[in-house]
């Protein structure tokens, strides 16, 4: 597989970026040689959560940030918490667009949340779809939430401190992948996918994972001071 490559995308000016593929097809992005290691990590799903669900977004002009998005991960960037989005690309999977689409879109989202100075530290993102195009078809692949290889990845290049680090989601899989992660909780946002077509399986009631329902990410920044307390 070639490396993705986009129209917008290259290193930062004084910030060593790189991204790839591994050998699973995910996507993996360090973008933030400021990120400090031995940390707590905020996981933050994308679609639903940072930027508005409008179904396989693909395009930058449709990439439109949810109020709230850039003061938690600016909040984040201030008290040395690693941003790691870890976001499900099924539309790639599915042939729908593909990875020139996914990193033009992420161009023009990091350059909104630049301009409210917030800067996402690590991205992956997994193409993996039952049923989907070669290569991309898998039953259950282990990067795909709400299976935790991506928090798994993130975990393993910033050194996690996982037992202190939360997810955000709109889907119940966000919330499955950051307890089998072993992350300490996981706030649920109201502002995405919605609450009627959420999968109904949840984290087990006597589980230690510590999920809260939120309306938005507008409501999620408090959990940044409590990483860190
Ligand atoms: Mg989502």
């Known amino acids: 597989m070639s490396m993705p490559a986009g129209p917008d995308t290259g290193p930062v000016e004084g910030v060593d970026t790189s991204h790839f593929l591994d050998d699973e097809l995910v996507?993996?992005?360090?973008?933030?040689?400021?990120?400090?290691?031995?940390?707590?990590?905020?996981?933050?799903?994308?679609?639903?959560?940072?930027?508005?669900?409008?179904?396989?977004?693909?395009?930058?002009?449709?990439?439109?940030?949810?109020?709230?998005?850039?003061?938690?991960?600016?909040?984040?960037?201030?008290?040395?918490?690693?941003?790691?989005?870890?976001?499900?690309?099924?539309?790639?999977?599915?042939?729908?667009?593909?990875?020139?689409?996914f990193d033009a879109t992420q161009a023009r989202i990091h350059d909104l949340l630049a301009r409210d100075g917030a800067e996402i530290d690590a991205v992956y993102a997994c193409p993996h779809i039952p049923g989907g195009h070669a290569p991309y078809g898998h039953d259950t692949?282990?990067?795909?939430?709400?299976?935790?290889?991506?928090?798994?990845?993130?975990?393993?290049?910033?050194?996690?401190?996982?037992?202190?680090?939360?997810?955000?989601?709109?889907?119940?899989?966000?919330?499955?992948?950051?307890?089998?992660?072993?992350?300490?909780?996981?706030?649920?946002v109201d502002s995405g996918i919605g609450t009627t077509v959420r999968d109904a399986a949840g984290p087990a009631p006597e589980s230690p994972f510590d999920m809260r329902v939120v309306a938005s990410i507008a409501d999620a920044a408090g959990i940044v001071a409590e990483m860190v307390d």
């Not at 992005?29 to 990590?41: D, I, K, W, Y």
């Not at 798994?152 to 992660?181: F, N, Q, Y």
């Open 27 to 101: 996507w993996c992005e360090l973008r933030r040689s400021a990120a400090v290691r031995g940390r707590p990590g905020l996981f933050l799903d994308r679609d639903g959560v940072i930027v508005r669900e409008v179904g396989y977004l693909h395009t930058p002009r449709e990439a439109e940030l949810i109020p709230g998005a850039a003061e938690i991960i600016r909040a984040a960037n201030a008290a040395d918490v690693p941003v790691i989005v870890v976001t499900n690309q099924a539309g790639i999977g599915r042939g729908i667009f593909g990875w020139a689409d």
């Open 141 to 188: 692949h282990p990067a795909r939430k709400p299976n935790p290889g991506m928090i798994h990845r993130g975990i393993d290049a910033l050194a996690i401190d996982v037992g202190r680090s939360w997810i955000v989601g709109d889907r119940m899989g966000d919330m499955i992948a950051g307890h089998a992660g072993g992350l300490r909780g996981g706030l649920l």
